[in-house]
T-cell receptor, first 115, second 111 residues
């Protein structure tokens, strides 16, 4: 039973264009959401997060949008750069029955940004 | 990833041997989480520890796996009598709040 779903295993985007990565969740008790970026043979790197009391958080080229009613969040990267090519993981946390801080991860979306 | 140390980076064990994975948190972080990533999968939570205490081990297999975070020294994930299915990347993360910062991982291969 997957509580955090990233339905697109891969995404290819042209350099300079917008990349939109999507994530859906099922547990309404999640109250904090994070995006991580991962290169091969490295650990995940924290990118950006959003609390459930907000619907948008922006940090440079990265913006996360949260739609609580739809249980959906998305990460926008604009403009996309070849160095953004990596696997992106969506993660959720909160007082859902697990310990506070225990992250539930999606399976990831592999982003390829072509020059 | 800066600051979270994991060693070894690669570990090869034969079936039946023991594997010990170490994680040194970022300075000032007292929360340690262990995750496992199987090929083509996301990271799966295993255990959450604070100094000398296991807070949540709901993701740990019932047998052969144990974890500790002593008062002094790194956190250790111990796998006894390893089997081929234990082959995976094991990541630890540390935090002082909601954001968790991950180490580079230990890739365990069981032959």
């Amino acid at each position: 039973d997957q509580q955090v779903k990233q339905n697109s295993p891969s995404l290819s985007v042209q350099e300079g264009r917008i990349s939109i990565l999507n994530c859906d969740y099922t547990n309404s008790m999640f109250d904090y959401f994070l995006w991580y970026k991962k290169y091969p043979a490295e650990g995940p790197t924290f990118l950006i997060s959003i609390s459930s009391i907000k619907d948008k958080n922006e940090d440079g080229r990265f913006t996360v949008f949260l739609n609580k009613s739809a249980k959906h969040l998305s990460l926008h990267i604009v403009p996309s750069q070849p160095g953004d090519s990596a696997v992106y993981f969506c993660a959720a946390s909160g007082n859902y029955g697990g310990s506070q801080g225990n992250l539930i991860f999606g399976k990831g979306t592999k982003l390829s940004v072509k020059p | 990833n800066a600051g979270v140390m994991q060693n070894p980076r690669h570990l090869v064990r034969r079936r039946g041997q023991e594997a010990r994975l170490r994680c040194s948190p970022m300075k000032g972080h007292s929360h340690v989480y262990w995750y496992r990533q199987l090929p083509e999968e996301g990271l799966k939570f295993m255990v959450y520890l604070q100094k000398e205490n296991i807070i949540d081990e709901s993701g740990m297999p019932k047998e052969r796996f144990s974890a500790e975070f002593p008062k002094e020294g790194p956190s250790i994930l111990r796998i006894q009598q390893v089997v081929r299915g234990d082959s995976a990347a094991y990541f630890c993360a540390t935090s002082s709040s909601y954001e968790q910062y991950f180490g580079p991982g230990t890739r365990l291969t069981v032959t």
